[in-house]
């Protein structure tokens, strides 16, 4: 019989890595190399740090962008369960409730309602809630009016000729703001 002679010799980092693969340490390294290597820190949940000209963070175990939104995002957020009970927030009105009270309908808003009607306080109540409702409604008819009094609207027709379609005249102006401090006026009255 012929003997098999190895002719092939094994080089350093080859004998380096079947003793790795027999230690069971798969991950050793068995050369050296050079080049870039990227920096890694690790971070834990809560850290905070900046790269690339941007703020992130960890949140449940997520890496997350700081933006400026966050706190609006935060402020419409409505939770799964009532801060207050701790009960779900599934009632229809419970998301109406969250947004002007802070917690959710039934039991919560049902029980303080019932606790102003017992004080004696409930008429008040719902005056400030009809009022805020009423300013709302004023601001927004205010601000509708103003805005369109400052808006030029430019049309081309298909000749090409450009139409200005919200030129209105001064005297027209003062009208429109003059029946508006009328209206303004006769709403804050019932406020």
Known sequence: MNESLLKKEFKESDVQRARNL????????????SGYQK??????????????GKMWTIKNGLRQNITKLDSVKNSIKIPLTCPKCGGPMKHHLA??????????FDPCTVE????????GL?????????????????????????????????????????EEWNDIS????????????????????HI
């Open 22 to 33: 027999v230690n069971k340490n798969f991950t050793a390294k068995t050369k050296i190399q």
């Open 39 to 52: 920096s890694h820190e690790s971070r834990k949940e809560g850290d905070v740090w900046e790269e690339s």
């Open 95 to 104: 998301k109406k409730m969250y947004k002007i009270h802070g917690f959710c």
């Open 112 to 119: 303080m309602e019932g606790v102003l009607r017992k004080a």
């Open 122 to 162: 409930y008429s008040e109540y719902e005056k400030k809630m009809m009022s805020g409702n009423i300013k709302g409604v004023l601001h927004d008819i205010e601000s509708w009016v103003m805005e369109s009094l400052q808006d030029n609207i430019s049309m081309v027709t298909e000749q090409g000729d450009a």
């Open 170 to 189: 001064n005297s027209n102006k003062e009208k429109i703001l003059n029946n508006l401090k009328e209206y303004t006026k006769i709403l804050r009255q």
